[in-house]
């Protein structure tokens, strides 16, 4: 265990509820890992950096705790947790079946103001990219799937997708240090628009699989460079 990395500057949004805003920051930061494996979260550390009662930090950290990214000792401590390669083949597998059935379903009948989404989408990808901005990049990512699901008339999926994915996206998120690696995600993001801008629902779901299992791929990769935080 480790001491907690400062936390950079954030504002609450006041007209919100706090705990979401708390569980939402925290999430982002163990995803990037910013807060990487080991690191201990104080409540009451949290609920000065956050200027908050230590209940929402608690409801925060208890939500992290249902995504299974936290572990909770009571009485004692809040750690992050390492990452677990069987959730994150869990999590691959729920993705696939959701996702190949999305990406079919919109090349079935594409729609060109979504193609133009998703291509203004992938521009804004090659920006951050070019400019080595994982962050962004991952935000971009992220969004330009959940843009598939909306159009599919299922984000609610992507909610639940997104809550069982906390340890395949850190693995991703180590997995984007590799050389090479952001340009064969924008290879296969420009790929997968073109074969639904194409009508080709055979070609976007190949592209799919091939793109969601490149980081299970790189997995002895990935233990290799990082042991403490894989398990």
Same mark, same amino acid.
């Given at each position: ?101 999305? *990406?079919?379903?919109? $090349?079935? %009948? ?7 989404? &998703? #291509?203004?989408? =992938? @521009? ?68 997968? *628009?073109?074969?639904? $801008?194409? %009508? ?7 592209? &799919? #699989?091939?793109? =969601? @299992? ?18």
């Amino acid at each position: 265990m480790h001491a907690l990395l400062p936390l950079p500057e954030f504002a609450l949004d006041r007209s919100r509820h706090a705990a979401p805003q708390v569980f939402e920051r925290l999430r982002d930061m163990i995803i990037d890992m910013t807060l990487t494996p080991g690191t201990v979260l104080s409540r009451t550390e949290l609920a000065a950096r956050f200027g908050l009662s230590q209940t929402p930090i608690r409801d925060a950290l208890q939500r992290l705790g249902e995504e299974g990214l936290v572990d909770i000792f009571p009485q004692h401590a809040t750690v992050v947790r390492p990452i677990e390669v069987a959730l994150a083949r869990e999590a691959h597998f729920l993705r696939c079946a959701i996702e190949l059935e999305v *990406v079919r379903t919109l $090349a079935q %009948a594409p729609d060109p103001g979504l193609v133009g989404r &998703l #291509r203004a989408n =992938l @521009s804004r990808q090659r920006l951050v990219a070019a400019e080595e901005d994982l962050h962004e990049f991952s935000l971009a990512d992220q969004a330009m799937h959940r843009m598939l699901y909306i159009a599919a008339d299922v984000p609610n999926l992507w909610q639940m997708v997104r809550s069982q994915s906390g340890h395949i996206d850190r693995l991703r998120s180590l997995d984007l240090l590799s050389p090479g690696k952001l340009a064969r995600v924008l290879d296969d993001h420009t790929a997968l *628009v073109d074969a639904i $801008a194409g %009508a080709d629902a055979a070609a976007a779901q190949a592209v &799919l #699989r091939r793109h =969601l @299992s490149g980081t299970l791929r790189n997995i002895d990769d990935i233990r290799r460079r990082h042991p403490s935080y894989v398990r």
